[in-house]
C-alpha cells in the first residue's frame, strides 16, 4: 500500500515551459508538505497545507503555486521553469495530535529543467 | 545560525560494528522535536527515530537509538551491528513548537558500511 504518492516521478523539461507534480496521500493526514532537496542534497521547506489551507510559504518564486483540492491532495504547478528550478521535489504528510507529527515522504520527483 | 549541524559529511563502518552518526540542533524553544531520516541511493526518505523535547529517555528503534543531551543540544544517531543495507545518506531534522510545523534538516552524513 503506497501511502505518500507522487506524479511524476521524473520529469525533464525545457526552460521556460509550465509543469505541474501531483501528490496524494492515504494515510488519513490533514497536513502536507512540499519540499525542496538540491543538487548537493539540502533539504528546504516550500510549503504546507493544512486542511486545504495555505500555512507555510517559505521564499519561494511565485512561479511556483501550490494547490490543495482536498486533504489527501497537494499539487504543484510551476511557471516558466528555470534551470535553477532543477532538483528532487518531496511531498510529505502528517497528522496533527500529538508531540510527534511524524512526517512522512512520497518518492520524489526529479525534475530536471534542459 | 545553523539550525541543524551534522559535521560529517561521510562516514565509514565496518559490517556488523556500531556508528555514530552526530546532529547538534539550535533553538530558544522549550518544546521541539528531533528526527532522523534515511535516504538510501534510490531516493526515498525513510523516517527512522524520533525524540521529543520533553521525553526523559532515549528514543530506541530496534538497531537505531538516539543518544539525547538537552543541556548539550545533541540528537546523536547510533545504529547498532550495521548492516550493507545501511549504506545511505542520513538527515538529522527539527519541528520547533507545537503545531504543524515544517522540518528543518541538517546537510546529511553520508555512510558507507563495509563488508
Known amino acids: 500500500d503506497t501511502a505518500v504518492s507522487q506524479t511524476p516521478k521524473y520529469l525533464v523539461t525545457q526552460m521556460g515551459n509550465d509543469k505541474s507534480i501531483k501528490c496524494e496521500q492515504n494515510?488519513?493526514?490533514?497536513?502536507m508538505y512540499w519540499y525542496k532537496q538540491d543538487s548537493k542534497k539540502f533539504l528546504k521547506i516550500m510549503f504546507s497545507y493544512n486542511n486545504k489551507e495555505l500555512i507555510i510559504n517559505e521564499t519561494v518564486p511565485n512561479r511556483f503555486s501550490p494547490k490543495s483540492p482536498d486533504k489527501a491532495h497537494l499539487n504543484l504547478h510551476i511557471n516558466s521553469l528555470e534551470l535553477g528550478d532543477s532538483a528532487v521535489y518531496f511531498c510529505?504528510?502528517?497528522?496533527?495530535?500529538?508531540?510527534?507529527?511524524?512526517?512522512?515522504f512520497g518518492p520524489g520527483t526529479r525534475l530536471l529543467v534542459l | 545560525a545553523q539550525k541543524i549541524t551534522q559535521t560529517q559529511p561521510g562516514m565509514f563502518v565496518q559490517e556488523k560494528e556500531a556508528v555514530t552518526l552526530d546532529c547538534t540542533y539550535d533553538?530558544?524553544?522549550?518544546?521541539?522535536?528531533l528526527f532522523w531520516y534515511k535516504q538510501p541511493s534510490s531516493g526515498e526518505m525513510i523516517f527512522l527515530i524520533y525524540?521529543?523535547?520533553?521525553?526523559?529517555q532515549n528514543a530506541t528503534e530496534g538497531r537505531y537509538s538516539l543518544n539525547f543531551q538537552k543541556a548539550r543540544k545533541s540528537a546523536n544517531l547510533v545504529i547498532s551491528a550495521s548492516q550493507l543495507g545501511d549504506s545511505a545518506m542520513y538527515f538529522c531534522?527539527?519541528?520547533?513548537?507545537?503545531?504543524?510545523?515544517?522540518?528543518?534538516f541538517g546537510s546529511g552524513t553520508r555512510l558507507q558500511v563495509q563488508p
Open positions: 531534522a527539527m519541528r520547533e513548537g507545537s503545531g504543524r510545523r515544517a522540518l528543518t
Open positions: 533553538t530558544s524553544d522549550q518544546s521541539y522535536g
Open positions: 494515510l488519513g493526514h490533514d497536513t
Open positions: 510529505a504528510s502528517s497528522r496533527a495530535g500529538g508531540n510527534q507529527e511524524t512526517q512522512y
Open positions: 525524540q521529543g523535547s520533553y521525553d526523559e
